[in-house]
């Protein structure tokens, strides 16, 4: 079905080389590009329009259109044919985040990525961050090759001079220190045993911003096995999660969601999730009872859990505080269904994850809902290595550290340490291909390539290897890490070979299918992946009895926090940054939070009785004990606590992404070797500065209109149209006076199923890329003047302080009695015979009237000169520098551009129907079956998006339309979209 | 349309000039025209100006402008390029009728008051000469045909004896 | 001619067909008076400002106004269709007034038509800069093209501009069919000279003859007569603007008689304000007596007392319909966050013209002054509430916001303020301000001949 | 009013020169569109040597002429001459014209390198094409190309010549100095800016005549003046909007002299060998240089062009430096035209678009490229049903064509006419 690439050789021949020169504006790609504006100097049109600025007299004869040039491939390339799309199977892997992909490259350059489907952990999924991380490949601000203390040099004389500057150490029997994040790359770790044994004395030590490291360290005290296990979210009917955002940032979020959402599917299976927490976090949000505390309360509740579960299956009793809040129906049902339930907790402190343990081995769930089998790799640092090292380096007893893809300086809760420890040692060295804060303090960058531009290999869970491969040539003068480290080691080998022979002599013997290496390393990067049938089995030690665990050092962190003045800060990530290292990217920037709707900023989230009780408004200046931030009111928030986001505050990072929010990793602390997520203030003072935030959405309350319709699961099992009885009554009255229109050869459609939806936010980044959305910055956010083409709203209901939320993505709903159709005075919107609603740019002129008659709101306006398409000149506003000649090269050819003053609005991804149904008549067949798929559903982790024919009854789709779940948005009007929603089912306890 | 050869006979006061109007054509004295500062209310029955059929040509443009706005509309969306809006039929009446009144009226209008410059000769011309330059303020002129001056004047001056007038000649 | 007995004098002053003469073409034949250079420095620089506004529009875009994703339309179209009612009186009083034989019309209609022209012009103004892409306006003219595509005919918007096109063509047409005769006159009380050729040129060869005046008058009356059912069915379409959109607020039947009675009620405000002023700058008080602006304040209860009906109705309509969109949206009106709008709106033009009920401010040349900006203020409001209180709560919740204009949007209600006062203190130097011919014949009605 | 409109012959002059000029350029064929004017798909090819009929020993401009072949020399000194003067520069000027006989007939360098930018196909290099070529060498490999010509081609040309040292010299110079002038552009005498402004002008004089009626006394000559330019404004507004920014007739020089005719006419390659993107993508794909390569690995001598067109591809892929060509046939960025479409999946021929490509021997655009043009074809063309995708989703459509209900289905009836269809 779709083109792998396997030619390797040809990967790496001259033309290629020549195509992707360093410099773009030679190269013909780029020129071919350039003309992807929509009004040339002299179109056509500009005729009509000088005859309107009264200049149509000199306009005459001396008006020649531009003469474009054609440029072709001096040697065509065998597997790139121009205008077509190729796709190659890679990896994502930044940091601690992975996901097996698919890079779909035109004419030489990536401008989208997909999930690949035959992964068995990410199952052709992907998440905003891996949305947007192609984005980064074009970022100008990453380093354009080498240099030394700041200035430009060439890799010959920076390798000699490092080479012989380790050399030297190592005689004089220095310490050399590498640091890196989790390295869950076989062939990379098989490069970096190389490194150490070639420099003796040196060590490797890994280091994660975001610290599981409290989960690794009780894992080995309870299972002997220093790895988080593999969560099976599929498997489990009832999940407790105690603070744990798996949703939305914890460990594998996609890998998480998928089997979150396909034990969402009401019909079927339908688990239940119970979020016990402090911010309201994407998996709070899609909780079915959600449970506000302060984290300080968090071991009791978790004890007295222990206690009854301990009760009721060893007949133990342990004393324990009282707790905080109701458990005993909590417990119960964790009780009723043993092996069948997951605990976790998302806290960074040994004896909470003790307790966890415990009570998921008590539960029966170790090995079946919990297994070891394929654990997950991409976790395995320890905070107190960190610790250990910056103790050394201010002892002066690191002579080198080489850094790679982390960055302490900004991270690291005692960043002053590390800084000044930094200053103690001789050689410091970055191997990070994008700027910052770290690498600013070093005195030798020689940069990495993006994961673009790398050849690497990946293990992110034991037993599932995938393959990465450059899908363009590099940009800039950068080397991937591993061929450094491999040049340093002194191998003349470069690390594709590398690689190669790695897994002819590694991974060859794990399966049977080829007998040649070669076939087999070309086969597996095709596919992509590698996941040998057959797991071994790793054998679990029982935990030991549990009265080995320390509760005292609990319980005395439980204390007696009840009172009033103690505030708690909560800190965590949020599902667009994470811990900063996409900061740059503009998309990710403009992702409004999936909660807070809050994009271009961090703040500090308060509950409303809190906000009300301190006298707080949204956007009032806190200070928080040495940073300031805004305050943000958030329903949800547990009373007495304050959740703020890392990753914000950089100030190294790019153009884009300096001083956006603000930096809290300082109000960070370590306690017995790991990071602790939380503080304490005693008291909050407002600075009296406020603060207007870039929120798309602020009203959070449907006022009693059906937009989301619910129901409970029991209801619905005994009426499936439970929640929507609106549904027939609406169907029964409306009536039109004209004769409904029929689309009987292609009738496109959508289903969209709000009990899978989490809300995570990765089909906006999807649709954004695909589709070219400019990117408006902060400011013009704060004016409402965003222009994603689906938007996640977000609703509340109950009550205001323990709110549930919803979450509802909304496009255009291509509606069959389209409001915005009748309105548009020159026919630039109107719709398809395949049941399009379609919006022709180059036809709009921009009255809104179509947005204004729109009930939905999906309709987007081009304020301004966004994307550079305009034809007046000087008026661009692109604080972002999306429309630089190198961000440029992200564009879909296939999308226009859209010029200032149109309105633009989700297509159905009509260049991906039209694609396909032409690849359909050049094959002289039917189309396959969800051969279309558009950008949000193709990537969609939770499944909740399906596309499809509404004519084609066997279709997914056809099945979803025909449920009773089954309704549309805002249907009392009549506009019959072809967008279709299925109503949420909750599974609450009571 | 003005003979080479008239009297005119001056009032400052319509009064006057309409009794001297009927005395005139009374006396089969062929009046040319009558120029006054404003329309003097029963001058058109004196002087029998038959109706103007300026309405019936603005009648005719106007059901022209109609049949060609609503003709045209339907057109477009039927046969030129028709194109699926709201969900509505290609050909749905309610949507043309705006415009189709719009133009009737646009038609009947501009022909009306083409038809009226027309047939009152007026246009732009900077050379024109008024008969008097005081008929736009305050006088009244009834302008008489005539073939021999000499006698009709003295025909006239006697005729109008008894009347209010400023200046025969 | 007939008059009736028990009305009063339209014209004071014992005057003769030559002293009206002289009266009205006083201001051109004289020099102008500094407080005519003021105004016009002062309009002049409103103008300017608002050239500048519309030029930074359209060079930076839409975004430089704080219009935004929900609310797509508000100061521009509140004040397009502000000036649009504006405009309405000027054809209200020669057109309507005329089929109905008021003869008191004919000492204010020129200005009102004058009025008319001026304030659709400011209108017309903001369809075209409100357009993302003004350079492409031809679009909406279905003109033979090499495309072969035409526009929408479904949309109010192509309707719109048929309307205020004809509108627009047909007021200016009657306009100077009146003037004709007059600048006649003008012609010919000046004795040579550039403004003689000028004013030559611009009469049409007009001699007064019988026939003439015969065709002039049918012309008149026919064009009065077609022009009824157009002044009705201008803002009848405006306001389909947005009774055939489904915005709750927009969406209601109700609106072209709302509308219509809207614009005669913000027409004659707008009258009002000028004719007070000119009569007394221009000395024009003989003619345009203290019983045309209390005829005028009748109009103005009428049509004040129609708005408020309306306003009622619309609220009584929401709460029966049982729409809850619907019912919120007037609520929302009423109580939202731009209730103080909303009461604007109801203390301008509900409360305060009732005060005309009362004889004595009826009569008042200061109050009905007063009153009439009060007036012009309060519609302004009132189709601001209408745009921008029913598109910033609309159906989805989520879309929710709050609209705030930016100073490019005030300037540009000062300079379409410039552009009319300009035009208006030209136009009252250029040509006759009161219908010469007209008032001469109803002269006698006052005169007791 | 004469005083407003004093200069009274003005006029008169005026419409003499508008009638003129009109005639003029209505005979000459040149009031069209801007670029509408260009099609002359004639193939020019001038291979000849012209025997002129001056008087021995003087040129046209009736200088003395000194007899060249006299003053034969071998000195090599003579062409590393490096000094010239003006009137030396002159006279290779006048070499390079053949406007210097020599011998027993001149020869015209211009006559078939081309000092002029033309309009049509000539297969000798332009002047400043050697010129460029020969900047960097010297004047004894000029000497060795005009008198001992290498390829077969260039000893049929240059045969006979009979050129002295300095001429080769002096004609060495003025190419090198012709080489920084480049070739003169064809300006067209009369432009429709100016014929629109003196329309105008005309236009406006007329109007204000009717007006104040004072220079004419017969009011007829003001009103044919008024309906003659007011047609001729209408007419090239009209045209001029119509065409502006397409380019039908568009016929631009190319880098490489490449005949559609010679490839696709004569040697009958099939437009896909070359084009061979055009079934599978939405491109039809410039050639890359490599493609060339697949015939002109061998064949290196064109029959009319000899080597040097050819051997500007083999440099192109020698220097790996692609050739520019200019593009011709181009739509606006906002519309989605694929040719996998319409060849593959519509089996419509090449020349129902891009016209006779087999006799162009310089391409040109054929049709105006204007949405009408494409709406035009998607009303008429019939669909061929017959693909299991319309069977599928058609079938409604298929079957009562097949039950011979329907006589045909076009285009616009599956949805040609959608605009979503190319515009998105």
């Avoid at chain 1, 409970?712 to 439970?722: D, I, M, S, V, Y």
């Avoid at chain 1, 149904?917 to 279309?932: F, P, Q, T, V």
């Avoid at chain 3, 192509?158 to 006649?184: K, N, Q, R």
Wanted: proline share 4%.
């Amino acid at each position: 079905m779709k083109k792998y690439w396997k030619d390797i050789e040809s990967k790496k021949s001259k033309e290629q080389e020549r195509r992707m020169e360093k410099t773009p504006e030679e190269n013909p790609l780029l020129e071919l590009f350039k003309s992807n504006t929509i009004d040339l100097p002299a179109s056509r049109r500009d005729f009509l329009k000088l005859c309107g600025f009264g200049l149509a007299a000199t306009a005459f004869s001396s008006c020649q259109s531009k003469i474009s040039k054609a440029v072709p491939y001096v040697i065509a390339p065998p597997e790139i044919t121009p205008g077509e799309a190729v796709f190659y199977a890679s990896s994502y892997i930044n940091g601690n985040d992975y996901c097996s992909i698919i890079v779909k490259t035109r004419d030489g350059r990536p401008i989208k990525i997909e999930g690949n489907p035959d992964s068995g952990i990410t199952q052709g999924r992907t998440s905003a961050r891996v949305q947007a991380s192609v984005l980064d490949l074009y970022d100008g601000g990453r380093f354009h090759g080498p240099m030394k203390t700041g200035i430009s040099a060439g890799w010959e004389s920076i390798d000699t001079e490092i080479i012989s500057k380790l050399q030297k150490i190592v005689e004089d029997k220095g310490t050399i220190v590498l640091l890196t994040p989790t390295v869950f790359s076989p062939s990379t770790k098989s490069v970096i045993a190389g490194f150490l044994q070639k420099f003796k004395g040196s060590e490797w030590i890994q280091y994660d911003a975001i610290s599981y490291s409290a989960m690794l360290e009780a894992n080995k005290t309870s299972f002997g096995r220093q790895v988080i296990p593999d969560y099976r979210f599929d498997k489990a009917d009832l999940i407790v999660s105690i603070g744990a955002d798996f949703l939305g940032t914890w460990l594998s979020p996609v890998e998480y969601t998928k089997q979150f959402s396909s034990g969402r599917d009401p019909e079927h299976n339908m688990n239940r999730l119970i979020q016990i927490e402090s911010n309201l976090s994407l998996t709070g949000s899609n909780a079915d009872n959600r449970i506000q505390i302060k984290p300080s309360q968090e071991p009791a509740i978790l004890l007295n859990i222990y206690k009854e579960i301990l009760k009721s299956v060893e007949n133990r009793h342990i004393d324990v505080p009282a707790s905080p809040v109701d458990i005993t129906e909590i417990t119960k049902k964790l009780l009723s269904m043993p092996g069948k339930s997951i605990v976790i907790s998302g806290s960074n402190v040994k004896q909470v994850q003790l307790i966890v343990n415990d009570i998921n081995r008590l539960l029966e769930n170790i090995g079946k809902t919990i297994q070891f089998d394929s654990y997950l790799r991409t976790h395995a640092a320890l905070d107190s290595n960190m610790d250990m090292l910056i103790g050394k380096m201010k002892k002066g007893a690191v002579n080198a550290l080489l850094v790679y893809n982390v960055n302490p300086a900004y991270t690291w809760y005692n960043r002053n340490a590390f800084t000044e420890g930094l200053k103690k040692v001789g050689l410091t060295v970055s191997l990070s291909g994008t700027p910052d804060e770290t690498n600013s303090l070093v005195q030798y960058i020689c940069p990495d390539h993006h994961y673009l531009e790398s050849w690497n290999d990946a293990e992110a869970k034991k037993e599932h290897f995938s393959l990465m491969q450059p899908v363009i040539n590099q940009i800039f003068d950068t080397r991937q890490m591993a061929d450094t480290m491999l040049k340093w080691s002194g191998s003349t080998m470069s690390y594709y070979d590398f690689i190669k022979d790695y897994w002819g002599g590694n991974m060859m013997k794990r399966q049977s299918e080829y007998t040649d290496p070669v076939t087999f390393f070309d086969r597996t990067l095709q596919k992509g992946i590698f996941e040998p049938a057959v797991a071994p089995k790793v054998s679990v030690e029982k935990p030991g009895k549990s009265a080995s665990l320390p509760f005292d050092s609990i319980l005395k962190k439980t204390g007696n926090n009840s009172g009033k003045n103690i505030i708690e800060i909560v800190f965590y990530e949020t599902v667009a940054l994470g811990e900063g290292r996409q900061a740059n990217n503009p998309w990710l920037q403009e992702l409004p939070d999936p909660v807070t709707k809050i994009c271009w900023d961090n703040y500090a989230s308060v509950s409303p009785a809190f906000a009300k009780d301190y006298n707080l408004n949204d956007g009032d200046f806190l200070k928080l004990g040495e940073v300031e931030a805004p305050v943000h009111i958030q329903p949800g928030q547990a009373y007495g606590t304050i959740g703020i986001a890392l990753g914000y505050g950089r100030l190294k990072c790019g153009k884009v992404g300096d001083k956006v929010g603000t930096d809290v990793w300082t109000m960070l602390s370590s306690e017995s070797g790991n990071i602790v997520y939380t503080t304490k203030l005693d008291q909050i003072v407002k600075t009296g500065r406020t603060y207007i935030f870039a929120q798309t959405q602020t009203h959070h309350s449907m006022e009693g209109r059906a937009f989301v319709r619910e129901a409970g699961l029991t209801e619905f099992r005994n009426n499936p149209a439970a929640g929507n009885e609106l549904h027939a009554y609406n169907l029964e009255h409306n009536k039109s006076l004209y004769k409904e229109r029929k689309y009987p050869h292609h009738h496109w459609g959508m289903a969209i199923d709000l009990s899978k939806c989490t809300g995570c936010a990765n089909c906006v980044i999807a649709c954004q890329a695909e589709n070219n959305v400019p990117v408006v910055g902060r400011v013009e956010v704060q004016r409402v003047h965003e222009m994603h083409w689906l938007r996640i709203d977000r609703y509340y209901t109950g009550e205001e302080d323990n709110p549930e939320v919803v979450f509802q993505p909304v496009l255009c709903q291509h509606c069959q009695n389209a409001p915005c159709e009748n309105v548009c005075p020159v026919a630039a919107t109107s719709h398809s015979s395949e049941g399009l609603n379609q919006m022709i740019y180059n036809r709009c002129f921009g009255t809104r009237y179509c947005n204004n008659n729109c009930p939905y709101k999906v309709r987007r306006f081009n304020w301004f000169n966004f994307s550079g398409a305009g034809t007046l000149a000087g008026n661009l506003r692109d604080k972002e520098g999306m429309t630089g000649n190198l961000r440029r090269m992200v564009l879909n050819p296939d999308v226009t551009i859209r010029a200032q003053g149109v309105i633009e609005k989700c297509s159905f991804c009509v260049q991906r129907i039209q694609a396909a149904k032409l690849k359909a008549k050049y094959e002289n067949r039917a189309l396959h079956e969800n051969e279309i798929q558009t950008a949000c559903s193709q990537s969609c982790p939770a499944n909740a998006i399906v596309f499809g024919d509404m004519n084609d009854l066997k279709s997914e789709l056809s099945r979803l339309i025909n449920s009773g779940r089954r309704y549309n948005l805002l249907e009392e009007l009549f506009t019959m979209p072809s967008v279709n929603y299925l109503t949420k089912i909750k599974n609450k306890i009571l | 349309m003005r003979s080479s050869s008239y009297i005119s006979i001056y009032f400052d006061d319509e009064v006057p000039m309409l009794q001297a109007v009927k005395k005139l054509l009374d006396s089969k004295e062929k009046i040319t025209d009558v120029l006054s500062p404003f329309p003097v209310h029963g001058l058109d029955e004196a002087l029998s100006i038959k109706r103007s059929r300026i309405p019936i040509g603005g009648f005719i443009f106007g059901a022209l402008g109609a049949i060609l706005a609503f003709g045209f509309q339907a057109w477009v969306f039927t046969v030129s390029y028709p194109l699926i809006i709201g969900g509505k039929p290609f050909f749905s009446i309610p949507t043309f009728i705006p415009i189709t009144f719009e133009m009737t009226v646009l038609f009947a209008g501009l022909s009306m008051v083409a038809a009226f410059l027309i047939k009152s000769r007026l246009k732009p011309d900077i050379s024109f000469k008024p008969v008097d330059e005081r008929i736009t303020d305050d006088r009244f002129v009834i302008l008489v045909d005539t073939a021999d001056k000499e006698s009709t004047l003295n025909r006239v001056k006697s005729l109008l004896s008894g009347i209010h007038t400023l200046e025969i000649r | 001619m007939l008059q009736s007995p028990l009305r009063t004098p339209l014209i004071e002053g014992k005057k003769t067909y030559r002293s009206i003469t002289s009266d009205i073409l006083n201001p051109m034949m004289n020099k102008a008076g500094k407080f005519w250079y003021l105004g016009m420095t002062i309009a002049g620089f409103a103008m300017l400002f608002g050239v500048f506004m519309i030029f930074w529009t359209v060079w930076q875009g839409i975004g430089t106004w704080g219009e935004n994703r929900t609310v797509g339309w508000a100061f521009e179209i509140t004040t397009f269709v502000w000036w649009i009612g504006i405009g309405h009186a000027g054809t209200f009083i020669s057109a309507i007034l005329l089929l109905f034989r008021q003869k008191w019309r004919n000492s204010i209609n020129r200005s009102a038509e004058a009025m008319t022209i001026f304030a659709v012009i400011c209108a017309a103004l903001f369809p075209l800069i409100h357009l993302g892409r003004p350079l492409l306006t031809f679009f909406i003219f279905p003109y033979p093209n090499t495309r072969g595509l035409w526009v929408n005919f479904n949309s109010p918007l192509v309707w719109d501009v048929f309307a205020i096109s004809t509108y627009f063509t047909i007021s200016l047409v009657f306009w100077y069919v009146g003037l004709i005769p007059d600048i006649g006159t003008l012609r010919d009380k000046i004795s040579k000279g550039l403004k003689k050729n000028i004013y030559n040129f611009l009469s049409f060869g007009w001699k007064g003859s019988a026939r003439d005046w015969h065709r002039h008058k049918i012309t008149s009356i026919m064009l009065a007569a077609i022009a009824t059912p157009l002044v009705l069915s201008v803002h009848s379409i405006v306001s389909m603007d947005f009774a055939s959109s489904i915005v709750p607020g927009w969406h209601t039947t109700i609106f072209p008689p709302y509308f219509v009675a809207g614009a005669i009620f913000s027409g004659f405000a707008m009258v009002q304000t000028l004719l007070i002023i000119t009569r007394k700058a221009m000395g024009l008080e003989a003619y345009i007596t203290e019983s045309h602006v209390e005829n005028m304040n009748k109009i103005l209860i009428a049509t004040g007392s129609i708005v408020a009906l309306a306003y009622m109705t619309e609220m009584f309509m929401a709460w029966y319909s049982g729409v809850e969109y619907e019912h919120y949206a007037f609520m929302n009106r009423a109580t939202g966050p731009y209730w103080w709008a909303y009461m604007i709106m109801i203390g301008c033009n509900v409360v305060s013209s009732q005060l005309l009920w009362i004889k004595k401010l009826r009569k008042s040349l200061v109050f009905t002054f007063f009153l009439s900006i009060v007036i012009n203020i309060g519609m302004w409001f009132e189709r601001f509430v209408i745009i921008v209180t029913s598109l910033h709560r609309d159906y989805l919740t989520s879309s929710w916001t709050m609209y705030k204009p930016t100073i490019v949007e005030f300037g540009l209600l000062i300079g379409t303020l410039g552009i009319f006062f300009t035009a208006f203190l030209l136009f009252i130097r250029i040509f006759p301000v009161i219908s010469i011919f007209e008032v001469k014949s109803i002269m006698k009605t006052g005169d007791q001949h | 009013m004469r005083k407003y409109f004093p200069v009274v012959k003005i006029k008169y002059l005026l419409s003499l020169i508008f009638f003129s000029l009109l005639m003029a350029t209505v005979l000459s064929d040149s009031l069209q569109a801007t670029n509408t004017n260009k099609i002359q798909p004639k193939d020019t090819t001038r291979i000849q040597v012209k025997d002129t009929t001056k008087v021995h020993g003087k040129d046209s401009l009736n200088l003395p002429v000194k007899d060249s072949i006299s003053h034969v020399s071998s000195d090599s000194t003579i062409y590393k001459r490096t000094i010239f003067s003006s009137e030396d520069l002159r006279r290779g000027e006048r070499l390079f014209f053949g406007l210097v006989y020599l011998g027993d007939k001149s020869v015209n360098c211009a006559d078939c390198h081309n000092t002029r930018v033309s309009d049509t196909l000539n297969w000798n290099p332009d002047a400043l094409e050697i010129s460029r070529k020969y900047l960097e060498k010297s004047s004894l490999d000029l000497r060795k190309v005009l008198l001992k010509p290498a390829g077969p081609k260039m000893k049929q040309v240059h045969k006979g010549f009979q050129l002295g040292a300095e001429d080769i010299v002096l004609i060495k110079a003025y190419m090198n100095k012709f080489a920084g002038i480049g070739l003169k552009q064809n300006k067209p005498v009369i432009t429709n800016l100016l014929l629109l402004i003196v329309a105008s002008i005309l236009f406006l004089l007329s109007s204000i005549d009717v007006v104040i009626r004072k220079i004419y006394k017969d009011q007829r000559i003001n009103w044919a003046i008024l309906t003659v330019t007011g047609i001729f404004i209408t007419w090239i507004l009209a045209i001029n909007a119509i065409a502006f920014g397409r380019a039908k007739g568009y016929a631009p020089a190319q880098p490489i002299k490449f005949s559609h005719a010679v490839h696709a006419g004569q040697n009958k390659t099939d437009c896909n060998y070359c084009h061979y993107t055009a079934r599978t993508s939405k491109t039809a794909g410039i050639p890359a240089g490599s493609i060339c390569l697949n015939c002109h690995f061998l064949v290196r001598n064109g029959t009319r062009s000899g080597a040097t067109e050819i051997a500007k591809v083999l440099k192109a892929l020698d220097d790996k430096k692609p050739v520019k060509w200019v593009r011709i046939y181009k739509l606006p960025d906002f519309v989605f035209f694929s040719h996998e479409q319409h060849v593959s999946a519509g089996k419509i021929t090449c020349d129902a678009c891009h016209g006779n490509v087999k006799e162009m021997n310089r391409l040109y655009q054929v049709p105006d490229l204007s949405m009408g043009w494409c709406i035009d074809c998607h009303k008429t063309r019939k669909v061929n049903l017959s693909n299991e995708y319309y069977k599928t989703y058609y079938s409604d459509l298929y079957d009562s064509l097949k039950a011979g209900k329907i006589d045909s289905v076009r285009v616009t009836g599956i949805g040609g006419r959608d605009c979503g269809k190319c515009h998105y």
